[in-house]
């Protein structure tokens, strides 16, 4: 079973719909979860990070974690063609290093 | 608003060359990543780096690899001597505070080995 799970996609939606990313994962040492955009061929943007389980909302982003099934889910409110790009989960346990999800390719339409 | 900044953006070497992939972190920042994606895979953790020492490297970063501070705000990755499989993209990331939950990722480094 791979460390972090994510559905590549592609996922496309139309503008304005809400949007759901979703990772699951089997290490539960993982603490910290993080989400990425990462626009093509550009580096990975820090969009949001949580600690334990729970809600966090940023805007039209909320970050949600449920511990005790090991997922993590991005939301994306009012989506955008701007918000189109590559939704990367990573996690984090005790040590420095981030584990990241293979990433959800996301079109939002016109 | 500060930035991470990594040059080149593309560098192309023949196999057996070395390469040196240059970053500039935040200025504030104290700890220091780098990262690699080979195309169509997940980004990959190689190595971090704090108070002039790897403080965790993974299995990928081997002898070939090693990290340097030469000054004060440069971070360097060197790969010895590239090996076809070494194209990917590279990554330098910087963070605040220890353990890189908020790290911060340049644009990256397009290294292809010929």
């Known amino acids: 079973q791979k460390e972090v799970e994510q559905d590549p996609g592609p996922l496309s939606v139309p503008e304005g719909a809400i949007v759901s990313l979703n990772c699951t994962y089997s290490n539960s040492a993982f603490q910290y979860f993080m989400w990425y955009r990462q626009y093509s061929r550009k580096g990975p943007e820090l969009l949001m990070y949580t600690y334990s389980s729970g809600n966090k909302e940023d805007g039209r982003f909320t970050a949600q974690v449920d511990k005790s099934s090991k997922y993590i889910s991005l939301f994306i409110r009012d989506s955008q063609p701007s918000d189109s790009a590559t939704y990367l989960c990573?996690?984090?346990?005790?040590?420095?290093?981030?584990?990241f999800g293979t990433g959800t390719q996301l079109k939002v339409e016109l | 608003e500060p930035e991470v900044t990594q040059t080149p953006s593309h560098q192309v070497t023949q196999m057996g060359q070395e390469v040196i992939l240059r970053c500039v972190p935040i200025?504030?920042?104290?700890?220091f990543y780098w990262y690699r994606q080979i195309l169509g895979q997940k980004v990959e953790f190689l190595v971090s780096?704090?108070?002039?020492?790897?403080?965790?490297k993974s299995e990928i970063f081997d002898d070939q690899f090693s990290v340097e501070r030469p000054d004060g705000s440069n971070f360097t990755l060197k790969i010895r001597s590239t090996k076809l499989e070494d194209s990917a993209m590279y990554f330098c990331?910087?963070?605040?505070?220890?353990?890189?939950?908020?790290?911060?990722f340049g644009q990256g480094t397009r290294l292809t080995v010929v």
């Open positions: 990573a996690l984090k346990g005790g040590g420095n290093k981030l584990t």
């Open positions: 990331a910087s963070s605040v505070g220890q353990g890189g939950t908020e790290a911060f």
């Open positions: 200025s504030n920042h104290l700890y």
């Open positions: 780096f704090y108070n002039n020492e790897i403080s965790e």
